[in-house]
T-cell receptor
Framework: EDQVTQSPEALRLQEGESSSLNCSYTVSGLRGLFWYRQDPGKGPEFLFTLYSAGEEKEKERLKATLTKKESFLHITAPKPEDSATYLCAVQGKTSYDKVIFGPGTSLSVIP | NAGVTQTPKFQVLKTGQSMTLQCAQDMNHNSMYWYRQDPGMGLRLIYYSASEGTTDKGEVPNGYNVSRLNKREFSLRLESAAPSQTSVYFC???????????FGDGTRLSIL
């Protein structure tokens, strides 16, 4: 059965303090791994897709990396506006059209 | 850019009442999805439609029905609401199954 876990559950950073969020997954053949950002009262907003181990994607202060068992979302010199919940989702080759979401990491960046 | 539009945004129901949540997308996407999001549980797939004319069950389909009315619209119906269905419901769409999903802003549903 495909599974996704995320750690930590919550993270509190000072502005400028870099850190990483972890997404660990178990899937029968990865078709894609997705990162989303969710602000309170809003729907998830797409950030990145990663398809194979070794792949990296960057956008502003965010960088996503992928290995065969986990993905990291690195946040460099975060700002208060980066505060949000970050969701990881995976699609396996036996999942057909379904995507499995992790529970998310709630990030707070303090000025 | 409307993207994915969900109506209503908020709703309060009594146990046993029925209602339909509406979702429409203007991106010409083939696939559409309904999720529920509960504290500590993450997003769980209720039903999805890989293409116009097809629907399939997700992880938590019991108590729900769906209709893919056309390529743009995908509705979720609660026939007899139960307090356990109190949740935030999100609709999403994607160009294809392995492509990123685009989400609406949700319907906050409370069942008393």
């Amino acid at each position: 059965e495909d599974q996704v876990t995320q750690s930590p559950e919550a993270l509190r950073l000072q502005e400028g303090e870099s850190s990483s969020l972890n997404c660990s997954y178990t899937v029968s053949g990865l078709r894609g791994l997705f990162w989303y950002r969710q602000d309170p009262g809003k729907g998830p907003e797409f950030l990145f897709t990663l398809y194979s181990a070794g792949e990296e994607k960057e956008k502003e202060r965010l960088k996503a990396t992928l290995t065969k068992k986990e993905s990291f979302l690195h946040i460099t010199a975060p700002k208060p506006e980066d505060s949000a919940t970050y969701l990881c989702a995976v699609q396996g080759k036996t999942s057909y059209d379904k995507v499995i979401f992790g529970p998310g990491t709630s990030l707070s960046v303090i000025p | 850019n409307a993207g994915v539009t969900q109506t209503p945004k908020f709703q309060v129901l009594k146990t046993g009442q029925s209602m339909t949540l509406q979702c429409a997308q203007d991106m010409n996407h083939n696939s559409m999805y309904w999720y529920r999001q509960d504290p500590g549980m993450g997003l769980r797939l209720i039903y999805y439609s890989a293409s116009e004319g097809t629907t399939d069950k997700g992880e938590v389909p019991n108590g729900y029905n769906v209709s893919r009315l056309n390529k743009r619209e995908f509705s979720l119906r609660l026939e007899s609401a139960a307090p356990s269905q109190t949740s935030v419901y999100f609709c999403a769409s994607s160009q294809a199954a392995n492509q990123p999903q685009h989400f609406g802003d949700g319907t906050r549903l409370s069942i008393l």
